[in-house]
């Protein structure tokens, strides 16, 4: 079982609609919890950070975060074709140096 | 945007060369990082360094090698290159407290030949 897991996608939206990326990790000590977006050819770029149960919200990212249950979750609102891009989840145990990401999912937004 | 050059952002080479890339920072951070990104296997980490000559191994160091003799800067070395070790390779810095976030350079296009 890898540490960090996501659907590698791709997960195709309409514009306007709710797009929803799901990341599961498999160390309960996690504490940090990080979404980046990555563009075709491009570096990784901080969108969310999360740290406690529960939702946090930016503009039209909100991060979900379930320690009982071991996943967190991005959504995003009103999905732009600009929003299309892979999207990594990356997890920081014991609030230690180092973070385990996930292989990304996909998201394509269709006009 | 945080303060993280990579150089060179492209290079090809010939298997068996020496290659060194660079990462420099302005944020004065302690830990710097340098991953490698391949189709099918996601970010991975080489090396990374928790200040000046302070390195450690990361999940995929074999023939790989880094120094820091400044703050600022974070090298990473291929002795001899091999075909296996075309990739885009990624340096992340990081401030110092246990939630912060890595921020990534540009990246650097390597192809051996």
């Known amino acids: 079982q890898k540490e960090v897991e996501q659907n590698s996608g791709p997960l195709s939206v309409p514009e306007g609609a709710i797009a929803s990326l799901n990341c599961t990790y498999s160390?309960?000590?996690?504490?940090?919890f990080f979404w980046y977006r990555q563009y075709s050819g491009k570096s990784p770029e901080l969108i969310m950070s999360i740290y406690s149960n529960g939702d946090k919200e930016d503009g039209r990212f909100t991060a979900q975060l379930n320690k009982a249950s071991q996943y967190v979750s991005l959504l995003i609102r009103d999905s732009q074709p600009s929003d299309s891009a892979t999207y990594l989840c990356a997890v920081n145990k014991n609030a230690g140096n180092m973070l385990t990401f996930g292989g990304g999912t996909r998201l394509m937004v269709k006009p | 945007d945080a303060g993280i050059t990579q150089s060179p952002r492209h290079k090809v080479t010939e298997t068996g060369t020496p290659v060194t890339l660079r990462c420099h920072q302005t944020e004065n951070h302690r830990y710097m990082y340098w991953y490698r990104q391949d189709p099918g296997h996601g970010l991975r980490l080489i090396h990374y360094s928790y200040g000046v000559k302070d390195t450690d191994k990361g999940e995929v160091s074999d023939g790989y090698s880094v120094s820091r003799s400044k703050t600022e800067d974070f090298l990473l070395t291929l002795e001899s290159a091999t075909s296996s070790q075309t990739s885009v390779y990624f340096c992340?810095?990081?401030?110092?407290?246990?939630?912060?976030?890595?921020?990534f350079g540009d990246g650097t296009r390597l192809s051996i030949l």
């Open positions: 992340a810095i990081r401030g110092t407290g246990g939630n912060q976030p890595q921020h």
């Open positions: 160390d309960r000590v996690s504490q940090s």
